[in-house]
């Protein structure tokens, strides 16, 4: 009898470990959606840098288009055979890579942050008669006091991202194509934690996946989150699936 009772006793702790450790906490689940909101907004610029680059004034206007004072860009044009062009040619430009750098703040509902960023893009499949192209490339981000709130109280973070840019195909014409339609957008955001003198890191993966529509996918860990590509640079793009 004692043995069996010690036995029941083990297995119910070893059940209460394993029921902890994958039910996500209350204050992971705020995390997630903390860290989901910092990377769509993140997508949402990734996205608005992505317009059919056919002639020099609508690459500008991409740029001036950016919520952000401090803005640097550098454009490079190659050809079918990844030769440098001088400048954009309309019959032999194949590619356009974009280098830009940004800084500024932000402000969303519920949501303010001091923002760096950085970006490495090409777009590839600009010769002939194309009906789509597609996005490539890596950036960074600094999220310097990230203050986030809501019904559940007050939040603030450091954090720091990289992200990658995957096959990310935007049709065209891009006014008749609005949204990506497929591709998708990786970071790794690594999120400081200060309560007092004691620091604490976190890391989370999320993941962003387009599918034509104007409502991405956004995963962080277990959870589904939804991202309005259309959302204002005031609203919260993101709601929890």
């Given at each position: 009898?004692?043995?069996?009772?010690?036995?029941?006793?083990?297995?119910?702790?070893?059940?209460?470990?394993?029921?902890?450790?994958l039910a996500p906490?209350?204050?992971?689940?705020?995390?997630?959606?903390?860290?989901?909101?910092?990377?769509?907004?993140?997508?949402?610029?990734?996205?608005?840098?992505?317009?059919?680059?056919?002639?020099?004034?609508?690459?500008?206007?991409?740029?001036?288009?950016?919520?952000?004072?401090?803005?640097?860009?550098?454009?490079t044009f190659f050809?079918?055979?990844?030769?440098?062009?001088?400048?954009?040619?309309?019959?032999?430009?194949?590619?356009?890579?974009?280098?830009?750098?940004?800084?500024?703040?932000?402000?969303?509902?519920?949501?303010?942050?001091?923002?760096?960023?950085?970006?490495?893009?090409?777009?590839?499949?600009?010769?002939?008669?194309?009906?789509?192209?597609?996005?490539?490339?890596?950036?960074?981000?600094?999220?310097?006091?990230?203050?986030?709130?809501?019904?559940?109280g007050s939040r603030?973070?450091?954090?720091?991202?990289?992200?990658?840019?995957?096959?990310?195909?935007?049709?065209?014409?891009?006014?008749?194509?609005?949204?990506?339609?497929?591709?998708?957008?990786?970071?790794?955001?690594?999120?400081?934690?200060?309560?007092?003198?004691?620091?604490?890191?976190?890391?989370?993966?999320?993941?962003?996946?387009?599918?034509?529509?104007?409502?991405?996918?956004?995963?962080?860990?277990?959870?589904?989150?939804?991202?309005?590509?259309?959302?204002?640079?005031?609203?919260?793009?993101?709601?929890?699936?």
């Amino acid at each position: 009898m004692r043995t069996r009772l010690l036995g029941t006793i083990a297995l119910g702790l070893a059940a209460a470990g394993c029921s902890n450790s994958l039910a996500p906490t209350a204050a992971d689940q705020e995390l997630n959606q903390d860290v989901a909101l910092v990377a769509a907004d993140a997508a949402l610029d990734d996205v608005a840098q992505m317009v059919v680059p056919n002639a020099a004034p609508q690459l500008q206007a991409s740029f001036e288009a950016v919520p952000f004072a401090d803005v640097s860009r550098t454009v490079t044009f190659f050809d079918a055979s990844g030769v440098e062009q001088t400048a954009y040619d309309p019959n032999t430009t194949a590619s356009v890579r974009i280098q830009m750098s940004l800084a500024g703040d932000v402000q969303r509902s519920g949501w303010t942050a001091s923002i760096t960023r950085t970006r490495d893009i090409t777009v590839s499949g600009l010769e002939g008669q194309e009906t789509s192209r597609t996005w490539n490339g890596t950036g960074t981000g600094t999220i310097m006091r990230s203050s986030h709130t809501d019904g559940t109280g007050s939040r603030t973070y450091d954090m720091s991202s990289s992200a990658t840019i995957t096959d990310v195909v935007v049709g065209v014409p891009r006014s008749q194509n609005p949204w990506p339609l497929s591709g998708s957008i990786t970071r790794s955001i690594t999120v400081t934690i200060t309560r007092g003198d004691r620091t604490e890191t976190r890391t989370r993966t999320v993941t962003i996946t387009f599918n034509g529509t104007q409502f991405a996918t956004l995963t962080v860990g277990d959870e589904t989150f939804e991202v309005d590509l259309a959302a204002r640079a005031v609203d919260r793009p993101t709601r929890r699936r």
